[in-house]
């Protein structure tokens, strides 16, 4: 219940316009979000590339519900490309596809994901692809494959997998046959228990089950992250989950995967220690920088994900 009012806060103009009214509402938020201007993100990036970590920027907003809305997230997009190129960062892109009009009008979504790849591709950067809640995830594997069959390559566009959907495992199989490179989260919608894991051990055990599988797919086709960091290796292990992450290292260590050819990645201002220290053990680390004016409904969901991420936010705001 207290999930869904949290929902309903997420989509209500009333209680935008009063939260964003306060001071400290951003003051918290800031933490987690790197400003509302690509000169914000920019900078955050710049700070962490000085730390030794990389980035992948995501210009907040999605379920976009006019073509024009769309076209204008997808221009902004490719700014967002244009600026890292500028600034020589290490960064590469995030993106949900209902930002560019999957939902609303697929062939204005194929058209802007196009544009996007295309961007990408001749600035020799990588978009990932984010994965939504159920009722888009065979579009967004179709919209996949389609890029693929434009000649895109899994040098530029790759995707995202949830440990707590049933069928993961046999997507994940399916496409790391291909090369294709994933972020492994875990999973944060409301899913019926016909699609997905209900209980959060079994969601656990499926994360590792896919981290093997991902690091066996990257020591066969031989992926590391690239020196200007930003194209990523197969597995993108994004979890604050110290067991998680500890079990990735071992596999990894034990089928002779090299640190280069494994990701972990962590939510932008959250467990800044962990992100450090992963770093100096010599693996590669990328923190997900969300920016932008829509911070409201992004924040308000990410508490939405999982109520307890209200004393998780809390309490990192207060950790370095």
């Not at 920016?291 to 992004?298: I, L, Q, R, V």
């Amino acid at each position: 219940m207290f999930r869904s009012f949290l929902i309903y806060l997420s989509k209500a103009g009333w209680a935008q316009q009063l939260v964003t009214g306060w001071s400290l509402a951003w003051k918290v938020a800031s933490r987690f979000i790197a400003g509302t201007t690509i000169e914000s993100a920019i900078q955050a990036v710049r700070s962490l590339n000085a730390k030794g970590i990389n980035a992948t920027l995501d210009q907040l907003g999605e379920h976009t519900t006019t073509a024009d809305e769309a076209n204008g997230a997808a221009d902004g997009i490719i700014a967002v490309l244009d600026a890292i190129q500028q600034a020589g960062v290490r960064s590469n892109v995030s993106i949900k596809l209902t930002q560019i009009g999957m939902g609303m009008d697929d062939e204005v979504c194929r058209e802007n994901l196009s544009r996007i790849l295309e961007s990408a591709k001749k600035h020799g950067n990588f978009v990932r692809i984010d994965i939504e809640d159920t009722p888009y995830t065979d579009q967004t594997i179709n919209f996949f494959h389609e890029m693929l069959e434009q000649g895109f390559t899994v040098k530029t566009v790759g995707m995202a997998v949830q440990s707590y959907l049933y069928r993961a495992e046999a997507d994940t199989r399916k496409l790391t046959e291909i090369g294709t490179t994933f972020r492994l989260v875990k999973g944060a919608y409301k899913e019926p228990p016909e699609l997905a894991y209900p209980k959060k051990t079994d969601v656990d055990a499926n994360y590792d089950t896919l981290t093997s599988i991902l690091i066996d797919a990257s020591l066969a086709h031989k992926t590391e992250l690239s020196q200007d960091g930003r194209i990523p290796p197969i597995p993108a292990i994004a979890s604050h989950d110290e067991k998680r992450i500890a079990f990735a290292k071992s596999y990894a260590e034990k089928v002779g995967l090299p640190k280069s050819g494994v990701e972990f990645q962590m939510l932008y201002g959250i467990r800044r220690d962990l992100q450090e220290e992963l770093c100096k053990e010599g693996y590669p680390v990328r923190v997900y920088v969300p920016f932008g004016t829509h911070w409201y409904p992004y924040f308000m969901r990410r508490l939405a994900e999982r109520p307890a991420n209200i004393w998780f936010f809390v309490s990192n705001f207060f950790r370095k």
